[in-house]
């Protein structure tokens, strides 16, 4: 069973930094591409940064610059480096990935981001 758990979130002033975690356990980790997705108040979900398997990154223009992606796959885990953030990054953030033709959540872990 896939299994993805976040962790690290929580209040940050702005212009702070903060990195968030996914452990992943049920798949073969290494093999998987894995995404951060991200959900505002009153937002939709949107794709914030993602990483391949062989390791290539692409990041949403609003985050670029800012935000890092990156990958253990001796831990199975991914973090998002998060710089200079700003209000608007508050959010509820997600991992995520894919098995075949199903897609695979976290729980999500709130990052607030305080002016």
């Known amino acids: 069973q896939v299994q993805l758990v976040e962790s690290g979130g929580g209040l940050v002033q702005a212009g702070g930094s903060l990195t968030v975690s996914c452990s992943a356990s049920?798949?073969?980790?290494?093999?998987?591409?894995m995404a951060w997705h991200r959900q505002g108040p009153g937002k939709q979900r949107e794709l914030v940064a993602a990483?391949?398997?062989?390791?290539?990154?692409n990041y949403a223009d609003s985050v670029k610059g800012r935000f890092t992606i990156s990958r253990d796959n001796a831990k199975n885990t991914v973090y998002l480096q998060m710089n200079s953030l700003k209000p608007e990054d508050t959010a509820v953030y997600y991992c995520?990935?894919?098995?075949?033709?199903?897609?695979?959540w976290g729980q999500g872990t709130q990052v607030t981001v305080s002016s």
């Open positions: 995520a990935t894919t098995v075949g033709v199903i897609g695979y």
């Open positions: 049920g798949v073969i980790f290494r093999n998987n591409n």
């Open positions: 990483i391949t398997s062989g390791g290539r990154t």
